[in-house]
């Protein structure tokens, strides 16, 4: 025979109502964040901005130049020593603007990425290959902010790749 108190059921009640409630508490605000994360194809982004073709042509321009450069320089020298410091510095003078390219391109694919995120309500953004599951992706958004930013129109080929 069991005895029961009376009183020791409604605790038992207000306790697992206590629990439910900062169970639910603590569970919503994740499942309400988890709709705030976005992410880009940020590899596409790069490729796809609207300077792309132009920076990368004038990166060639300088790469012909700076070789035209070591060339001449080259044929005063006498020792295999000092072609070899000559290659090694104009190496490192194309390293330095070819990181200026892309430092430039990567700034401005950021503050977008930013811009658009922060109008659509979303706090965290992922590149797309650490998304397993859920999230919003924002490549095409932030494709036409950044096309809209030069006052064009994202190109068809480009359209195309989005669907």
């Given amino acids: 025979m069991t005895v029961k108190f009376k009183g020791v059921s409604s605790l038992r009640r207000q306790t697992l109502g206590i629990m439910l409630v900062l169970l639910i508490a603590l569970v919503v605000p994740h499942v309400a964040s988890a709709s705030t994360i976005g992410y880009v194809d940020f590899e596409f982004l790069f490729y796809a901005h609207p300077e792309y073709d132009a920076k990368n042509a004038d990166l060639q321009v300088a790469a012909?130049?700076?070789?035209?450069?070591?060339?001449?320089?080259?044929?005063?020298?006498?020792?295999?020593?000092?072609?070899?410091?000559?290659?090694?510095?104009?190496?490192?003078?194309f390293e330095q603007i070819e990181q200026k390219v892309r430092l430039d391109l990567v700034t401005f694919i950021l503050d977008v990425i930013k811009t658009v995120a922060e109008a659509?309500?979303?706090?965290?953004?992922?590149?797309?290959?650490?998304?397993?599951?859920?999230?919003?992706?924002l490549t095409a958004p932030v494709i036409e902010s950044m096309y809209g930013s030069y006052g064009i129109s994202v190109p068809s080929s480009i359209r195309e790749l989005l669907q």
């Avoid at 035209?68 to 490192?92: G, H, N, P, W």
């Fill in 64 to 93: 012909e130049e700076l070789y035209l450069e070591i060339e001449a320089k080259a044929e005063a020298l006498e020792t295999q020593e000092e072609i070899d410091a000559l290659v090694a510095s104009y190496e490192i003078q």
């Fill in 120 to 137: 659509q309500g979303i706090e965290t953004v992922l590149p797309e290959s650490s998304v397993i599951y859920g999230g919003v992706n």
